[in-house]
């Protein structure tokens, strides 16, 4: 008994019970890494954003954008969204892990406070389309709202800054 207490008081006094123990024992396994949130959805898809009616200064032709994206997992703690052409030079989003409800958070061209970092050559103008929002996973991609912006370039500052609900959708190729 008085040799088991010296082993317990000398190993309080010598920084804690780590390690200290009155029998040997086996070696602890290493730990489990985590599996990536985004194992799921990495590949190629089609994103479509809808820009909202509010944003009137739109013309028709140009409220519905589709582009060919690649999402990546880098091993970040989100997962950027990238162009597969190159025309559209740094535009794209990122996709954040889904919070408890198993919504993902979905950025467009949103970078810098203000967002509309990018724009989008669309023949003789260019187009700013950002926002900022949540998606439903599903068995073909995710789908979701995202708040933000759409402009032309000679509609500086936005005619639907901040008040904009873009629909998007991101489709799975298939291959």
């Not at 009616?53 to 990546?72: A, F, K, M, N």
């Not at 559209?88 to 958070?105: Q, V």
Request: a negative charge; one cysteine or more.
């Amino acid at each position: 008994m008085q040799r088991y207490l010296s082993t317990v008081v000398y190993c309080l006094l010598s920084g804690g019970l780590v390690g200290c123990t009155a029998s040997p024992s086996a070696p602890s396994p290493p730990p489990l890494s985590a599996a990536s949130p985004f194992a799921s959805i990495v590949g190629d898809y089609t994103l479509t954003i809808e820009i909202d009616e509010s944003c009137r200064s739109i013309p028709q032709l140009l409220r519905t954008r589709s582009y060919d994206v690649v999402l990546e997992d880098k091993g970040w703690h989100f997962m950027p969204i990238r162009t597969a052409d190159e025309r559209f030079g740094h535009l794209g989003g990122e996709i954040w892990p889904p919070g408890p409800d198993s919504r993902y958070r979905f950025e467009w061209n949103n970078f810098d406070i203000g967002g509309c970092d990018y724009p989008e050559p669309t023949g003789s103008t260019q187009l700013y389309v950002c926002g900022d929002g949540f998606g439903i996973p599903s068995a073909s991609g995710i789908s979701g709202v995202i708040d933000g912006n759409a402009f032309l370039d000679t509609s500086r500052p936005p005619s639907c800054g901040g008040v904009a609900s873009h629909r998007f959708a991101l489709v799975r190729k298939t291959r």
